[in-house]
């Protein structure tokens, strides 16, 4: 007898069941949410086909990442959180779904916590799930609960610590053509090319051109060739500019074309001395304007066993002086976009950078609907997205002591996660995930998509930075100032907000040292958010009397009072395991609602 059929050819439970499953996820596969996010969708069908297989014993962290993720066969559950991560994704985007389906949506698919098999439920029924399509096979069995999150923090920041330092003392393992073309990684939905869509968004162009040696004991071809592929490597890693392949070269027209774009060239000389090291003088030119824009000279190289160590000094400080947010080259690039007649892609990104923190929320707004725009003319433009989730974030840290914006949060949410999935490969989508997951609370999640980041890109300070501070605000104090003060020793753009997060840091520790090296600049920038570390520092420093005057100055000058600084103190610290030490401390020097309440705001 067939499995589907009785004995008269008429339908069976199971069968009837199971088209009603598939339907159900045809719909959510068909929503928004789902099309634009392929791999949840991958995901999802995977799982619940399997189910619906007979196959649910097969439905673990191993098999979907092998069959749903693309990972390869050597993937590793235990060291590549992916699948975790990718999980809570799916359990959010099905509530998001649910949540605005009508009421003809009468089944639903839940992946429940602590298992990756899908239930199927009536809709509104939230305890009674459907029965199973085989009713044989074994109940799936919740993993064993994980071990204490305290030690896989303190083991994560310091693998995290690690790679750092890895990259900047042994950085030897970059191979040529892993990233020449970095607008492949970036823009992973042009359909004619990456090179076109670069030029249709008027993205920079850098050539990395052969080194010229000189001397008889200049280094050999092969010696510079391997810089020069290095070097290819390490900047196609960082994103919004496209690295030329070896043997092409970027013609000065496109100085010109609509929308024009910025176009330069590295190259380099390498000389031999009489003590066996060489020099290396390395320039930037502006090919556009015609001009040297930056040049840097590399002595005492060394050749031979030293050659790994060489290449990654000029590496690592070629990478910091150009590539950097702030570095020569994307800042030279974005001036020219903004001063460019003609509009394009990253002219949007170049106001971006160009909006402070004192903008009108109309600068903001225009900025979003330029991107809007551009993603819409050119689909590839991936990017996009992860740009107005970190816009969305600025909005929200400007204003910490504000009531949460609902609508804002999901908006950013959303625009962060299509981003990862759409550019898996983007070191800039996975910091900015990483930072909205934090805002959010989400631990494990953000704490993935940081790893995810450090290892896309391992010479990215500023994004270093950024996970030094966030491993603060998880409570990790020690890996996170570890990691934020080694990013800030090799270029990293130091921010209010990071002085901020090292106070914290210093108060969790209960080190006066590093809270009185942080009060003066704390004090030179004051922000919600520094002032309420500020309180911190001076409460380490056993200051208490100025930690008083902190704590009440700062709640008149709130709105809402006591309310407005518990949320900044929320913003700074989502979790609540580490900001409740914190807010206790505040209430201590004066922040209580009877001593608050009182107080009116100024203005």
Not at 40 to 47: E, G, I, K, M, Q
Not at 67 to 85: H, K, M, N
Not at 509 to 527: F, I, M, N
Request: glycine share 8%; proline share 7%; aromatic share 6%.
């Amino acid at each position: 007898m067939d499995m589907a059929t009785g004995d008269a050819g008429e339908t069976s439970p199971e069968a009837d069941e199971g088209a009603l499953v598939r339907a159900a996820l045809a719909r959510v596969l068909a929503s928004e949410e789902f099309v634009s996010s392929p791999r949840l969708a991958d995901f999802l069908r995977f799982v619940v086909e399997a189910k619906l297989a007979g196959r649910a014993e097969e439905i673990k962290g191993y098999t979907i990442a092998v069959e749903a993720l693309g990972r390869p066969t050597s993937f590793d559950p235990q060291s590549d959180p992916i699948v975790r991560v990718e999980a809570t994704r799916l359990r959010r985007a099905l509530e998001r779904y649910y949540a605005g389906a009508g009421p003809e949506e009468t089944l639903e698919v839940v992946i429940p916590k602590g298992s990756y098999v899908p239930q199927f439920r009536q809709r509104g029924d939230a305890a009674e799930p459907l029965p199973d399509i085989d009713p044989a096979l074994p109940v799936p069995v919740a993993p064993p609960p994980a071990p204490a999150r305290s030690g896989r923090r303190a083991q994560w920041g310091i693998a995290a610590l690690l790679l750092l330092v890895g990259a900047a003392l042994g950085w030897t393992s970059l191979r040529y053509g892993v990233g020449a073309d970095s607008l492949g990684r970036a823009f992973g939905l042009a359909q004619d090319g990456p090179r076109d869509l670069a030029d249709r968004l008027g993205m920079p162009v850098l050539d990395v051109r052969p080194f010229e040696t000189v001397g008889s004991r200049a280094p050999t071809l092969a010696e510079t060739h391997a810089i020069e592929a290095r070097l290819r490597d390490a900047f196609a890693r960082f994103d919004f500019v496209d690295v030329m392949e070896p043997g092409q070269e970027a013609s000065v027209r496109e100085c010109r074309d609509p929308p024009p774009r910025s176009v330069f060239a590295l190259s380099g000389l390498a000389e031999g001395r009489d003590d066996g090291t060489f020099s290396l003088l390395v320039r930037l030119v502006d090919r556009c304007e015609g001009t040297i824009v930056w040049s840097s000279a590399f002595e005492g190289l060394r050749r031979g066993a030293d050659m790994p160590a060489t290449e990654q000094r000029v590496v690592r400080d070629m990478s910091v002086a150009l590539m950097q947010a702030y570095g020569v080259l994307p800042t030279r690039a974005r001036a020219q976009a903004r001063a460019d007649v003609t509009p394009s892609g990253f002219g949007c990104i170049a106001q971006v950078y160009a909006v402070t923190r004192a903008a009108e929320a109309g600068a903001t707004t225009q900025i979003h609907e330029c991107l809007v725009q551009v993603a819409r003319q050119h689909t590839g433009f991936a990017l996009a997205h992860a740009v107005r989730a970190q816009l969305l974030l600025d909005e929200t840290q400007r204003a910490p002591d504000a009531p949460p914006d609902v609508e804002r949060e999901a908006r950013m949410l959303r625009e962060a996660e299509l981003a990862a999935d759409l550019v898996p490969t983007s070191a800039y989508a996975a910091r900015v995930l990483a930072k909205v997951d934090f805002s959010r609370g989400e631990r494990d999640a953000a704490l993935a998509a940081a790893e995810r980041a450090l290892a896309l890109n391992p010479l990215d300070y500023d994004a270093a930075a950024d996970v030094g501070s966030l491993l603060i605000g998880l409570g990790q104090p020690e890996q996170g100032e570890a990691l934020l003060t080694f990013a800030r020793a090799h270029g990293a753009l130091r921010t209010p907000l990071q002085e901020a997060y090292l106070a914290v840091s210093a108060f969790m520790r209960d080190d006066a040292h590093a809270a009185g090296s942080v009060v003066l600049p704390l004090q030179l920038h004051p922000t919600p958010q520094t002032r309420v570390a500020l309180a911190l520092a001076l409460h380490t420093l056993g200051r208490a009397q100025e930690e008083h005057d902190v704590v009440v100055a700062l709640a008149q000058d709130t709105p809402e009072g006591a309310a407005g600084v518990r949320r900044v103190v929320r913003n700074l610290l989502p979790q609540s395991d580490v900001a409740e030490p914190a807010l206790d401390e505040l209430e201590k020097a004066g922040l209580t609602p009877r001593s608050v309440s009182a107080v009116q705001p100024r203005g």
